[in-house]
């Protein structure tokens, strides 16, 4: 087994950590407190490449495989996870769908626009009634005199006020749970279509988050992305790409929380010398960076396998379960580590610890990425 990344896949990574050491950090702050979408920074990811990730060159894109495109997400998680959080949605959700699932005209219209970073773009399958269970969805759609008419709402979509572009999922038949469910891209001004309120958030104040809206909203007939009635299907497979990305977030946020609790941990002092030098401080941080290790190790092969084209959904909730875990894990030892020092807002992990949580319920819940698990080595269908 070969464990090295390649020169570029070393490259790769070195960009998104400079970028990530001269733009976010402490500079993100600011954003977080006033739970302000951070649009001059996420706007500098298009001209490196990071929103056409995804995207082939021949649609503007970088072209990258997922090792490359997993590496980008951690330094960005590291260095701020609601800019890691903004991007990969941008990529593994919006996008790639498009890219994965599109006409050829689909592909010639919108990803040029998306991998530029001329907009940003957002995917609606959760709804207020439909998170876990995704197949209960009750947003509608139907044909009307060669216009798709929507109607319904999604819940908790990232980039959902800041994006132009939309892939939505809406019911087209009567056919019960998944079968009748079709997809569509929506474009910011069609008539119906809009966005609610951004919504006050526990962690991750400076990303997107807010309620779609489709108050009869009318689509061309020729949006329609791919056949009718795999919209679920499609939805599902995009989800595998969704959550290695999003164990690449908890990657990067653990990581972040191991890397502010050594820098505490060398500066402060207790009983004549710093806490580094307390076994059993040292014992914690060793476990936290055994575990952070294990939780890439996991998501570079999910990554991996989805690059050769080999089943990737089992490695992919088992990374996405374990990392996830070890951000929320790494988090609170790291506020621990800080003492007092960690619950106010001067310092970082408070805002990591914030952040950490959200690993652990998008993309599929704890629960659900066991259930997961459990049915491929039980092997139920």
Not at 22 to 48: C, M, N, S, Y
Not at 92 to 97: M, Y
């Amino acid at each position: 087994m070969d464990f090295d990344l390649t020169p570029e896949q070393q490259q790769i990574r070195d960009v998104a950590r400079e970028f990530a050491r001269a733009e976010l950090g402490d500079r993100i702050a600011p954003f977080d407190e006033r739970h302000e979408f951070p649009h001059e920074i996420v706007t500098k990811l298009g001209p490196l490449g990071f929103l056409g990730a995804l995207v082939g060159e021949e649609f503007g894109g970088a072209g990258l495989d997922y090792v490359s495109y997993a590496l980008i997400v951690e330094e960005l998680c590291r260095g701020d996870a609601s800019i890691g959080i903004t991007m990969w949605a941008h990529n593994s959700l919006c996008t790639d769908h498009i890219a994965t699932f599109g006409s050829s005209e689909q592909k010639r219209k919108y990803l040029p626009p998306l991998a530029s970073g001329q907009v940003l773009g957002a995917w609606g399958l959760t709804e207020p009634g439909s998170g876990s269970d995704a197949a209960a969805l009750a947003t509608r759609a139907e044909l009307r005199d060669g216009e798709w008419v929507l109607n319904g709402s999604k819940a908790f979509i990232t980039n959902a006020s800041v994006a132009s572009t939309v892939v939505v999922m809406a019911r087209t038949g009567p056919e019960r749970r998944s079968k009748g469910i079709s997809t569509f891209i929506l474009e910011k001004g069609m008539p119906g279509f809009s966005s609610g309120k951004p919504y006050r958030k526990l962690g991750l104040h400076a990303s997107n988050t807010a309620e779609l809206i489709l108050e009869g909203a009318r689509v061309p007939e020729a949006n329609l992305l791919g056949e009718r009635g795999t919209g679920f299907e499609q939805a599902m497979k995009v989800l595998e790409g969704g959550r290695i990305a999003m164990a690449a977030m908890g990657v990067g946020i653990a990581q972040a929380a191991v890397d502010q609790a050594v820098k505490y941990m060398k500066q402060r002092t207790a009983f004549g010398k710093t806490l580094a030098e307390f076994n059993g401080l040292q014992g914690m941080i060793a476990d936290l960076a055994t575990e952070v290790e294990v939780a890439r190790l996991l998501t570079l092969r999910a990554a991996y396998l989805k690059d050769t084209g080999r089943p990737a959904m089992h490695a992919a909730a088992m990374a996405k379960l374990f990392a996830s875990e070890a951000a929320m894990k790494a988090a609170t030892k790291a506020v621990q580590i800080h003492g007092g020092a960690g619950y106010i807002t001067e310092f970082p992990v408070e805002r990591i610890f914030r952040d950490a949580k959200l690993t652990e319920i998008g993309e599929g819940t704890s629960e659900i990425q066991r259930m997961l698990i459990a049915r491929e080595i039980l092997q139920l269908t």
